[in-house]
């Protein structure tokens, strides 16, 4: 006979580890299968490793989404002092930059209203000490504030937390098939080489970039498929290379405009990101060579510096689900969205985009849904205050 759980969440990324603790929290038995044989492999350890608002999503005016995570990071900061860092970044601006001073000072401005921060101006006497940024034509550097962590950790001790709270955990464990039932949704997975069977009152389906292809695995109650997200998958690639910093660089890329982070990441430089649209297996995305050359560039053009590609100690690539559409992927919208199988009594609900910063925001939101179909439980713990365990 099957085992039973109320919910039961495809993928051990963070929306799978926040999904868990929050469901766990409210009192629900909960599940979460993963492919790989650790948690975290897909696109949470391949991000640029901030918690922060976005800066520059004030500018195509995504104002609710930099306010939540803003709201978030407060609260990570107070919940996980040992994960996740408040420091000083850098934005340098010079005679070339296509965004001004003014327009960047108005956008820190709100950001800093949204996360009682101040932003400055660093005095021009500073600029020698910025880590051998070059100063020839530079009009202004602001510094602000925002949070760095490590990105596969967090969502390790995220797990633990719902762990402990009483969901259970299954590595190499690969979602098969599903078919929703007029009680629930019969769900099959791999472990092994053996196919086992559960049940689950809801499925929340945290595939990240594996999202449509975890839908197709999954047939309504009519035997028919599910619909999927429309939605590109657009490649994220980084590169760390040799050298200290001491402060996060936000730097507008001279190629294309877009942003770019440089940042100290485990005593080296770490740049990214760029985007890509991707088409194949999200298990197989790595780094183009033209992403390589774009990120080396932008770092040496803005600092005292000549790498070159043999440099490159590591790189790696994630996947961001973003709306599909034509157009700059950069300017597509970062929100998240929930797709539900049914508006009413939802069995299937898919997170689809989302952000590293807001996955608890993006947990709480998917309960409601999954309280139209599972009756409410006694809640064990308030994840807004709840301290996240310390785990390597
Ligand atoms: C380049 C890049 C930089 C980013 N930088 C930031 C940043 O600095 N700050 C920020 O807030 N956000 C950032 N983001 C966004 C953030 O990283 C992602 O939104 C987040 O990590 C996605 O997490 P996820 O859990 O949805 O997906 P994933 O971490 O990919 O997890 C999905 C999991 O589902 C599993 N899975 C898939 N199919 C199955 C199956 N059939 N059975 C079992 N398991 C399955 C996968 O193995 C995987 O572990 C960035 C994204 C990218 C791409």
């Given amino acids: 006979m099957s085992v039973t759980y109320d919910v039961v969440i495809i993928g051990a990324g963070i929306h799978g580890a926040g999904a868990a603790q929050v469901a766990a929290a409210a009192g629900y038995s909960v599940?979460?299968?993963?492919?790989?044989?650790?948690?975290?492999?897909?696109?949470?350890?391949?991000?640029?490793?901030?918690?922060?608002?976005?800066?520059r999503y004030l500018e195509s005016g995504e104002f609710r989404l930099v306010h939540e995570c803003l709201r978030e990071r407060a609260m990570l900061l107070r919940n996980a002092p040992d994960l996740?860092?408040?420091?000083?970044?850098?934005?340098?601006?010079?005679?070339?930059?296509?965004?001004?001073?003014?327009?960047?000072?108005?956008?820190?401005?709100?950001y800093s209203l949204f996360s009682f921060k101040p932003f400055h101006r660093i005095a021009k006497i500073h600029w020698h000490q910025m880590d051998g940024l070059k100063t020839q034509d530079l009009d202004t550097v602001f510094g602000y504030y925002d949070?760095?962590?490590?990105?596969?950790?967090?969502?390790?001790?995220?797990?633990?937390?719902?762990?402990?709270?009483?969901?259970e955990v299954i590595t190499s464990a690969t979602m098969a098939q599903a078919s929703v039932t007029p009680n629930g949704v019969e769900v099959s997975y791999n472990k092994d080489n053996e196919s086992v069977s559960v049940k689950a009152g809801v499925l929340v389906n945290a595939a990240g970039a594996w999202v449509n292809r975890v839908l197709n695995r999954i047939k309504d109650s009519n035997g028919l498929g599910l619909q999927t997200a429309n939605i590109d998958l657009v490649q994220g690639t980084h590169i760390v290379v040799p050298g200290e910093i001491n402060h996060p660089y936000y730097l507008e890329a001279p190629q294309d405009g877009r942003a770019v982070f440089v940042t100290p990441w485990k005593d080296h430089i770490m740049i990214g990101t760029t985007e890509n649209v991707y088409s194949g297996d999200p298990a197989k995305v790595c780094p183009l060579e033209k992403e390589i050359h774009y990120?080396?560039?932008?770092?040496?053009?803005?600092?005292?510096?000549?790498?070159?590609?043999?440099?490159?100690?590591?790189?790696?690539a994630g996947?961001?689900?973003?709306?599909?559409?034509?157009?700059?992927?950069?300017?597509?919208?970062?929100?998240t969205h929930l797709l539900q199988d049914n508006a009413s009594r939802p069995r299937v609900i898919s997170i689809v985009g989302g952000k590293l910063t807001s996955?608890?925001?993006?947990?709480?939101?998917?309960?409601?849904?999954?309280?139209?179909?599972?009756?409410?439980?006694?809640?064990?713990?308030?994840?807004?205050t709840l301290k996240l365990p310390v785990v390597d």
């Fill in 31 to 55: 599940l979460v299968l993963e492919q790989f044989d650790k948690v975290a492999q897909g696109t949470s350890s391949r991000s640029s490793k901030l918690i922060h608002g976005g800066l």
């Fill in 84 to 110: 996740v860092e408040l420091v000083p970044f850098y934005i340098p601006v010079y005679k070339q930059t296509s965004r001004r001073p003014w327009k960047i000072a108005l956008g820190l401005s709100i």
């Fill in 147 to 167: 949070a760095r962590t490590d990105d596969a950790r967090l969502t390790r001790c995220v797990l633990e937390s719902a762990r402990s709270l009483g969901a």
């Fill in 295 to 316: 990120l080396l560039y932008i770092y040496n053009h803005y600092f005292d510096s000549n790498l070159v590609h043999k440099d490159i100690i590591e790189s790696f």
């Fill in 319 to 335: 996947l961001r689900v973003l709306p599909g559409g034509e157009g700059a992927t950069f300017k597509r919208s970062r929100d």
């Fill in 359 to 384: 996955y608890r925001a993006t947990a709480e939101k998917l309960l409601r849904p999954v309280r139209k179909t599972l009756k409410a439980r006694r809640p064990i713990a308030d994840t807004r």
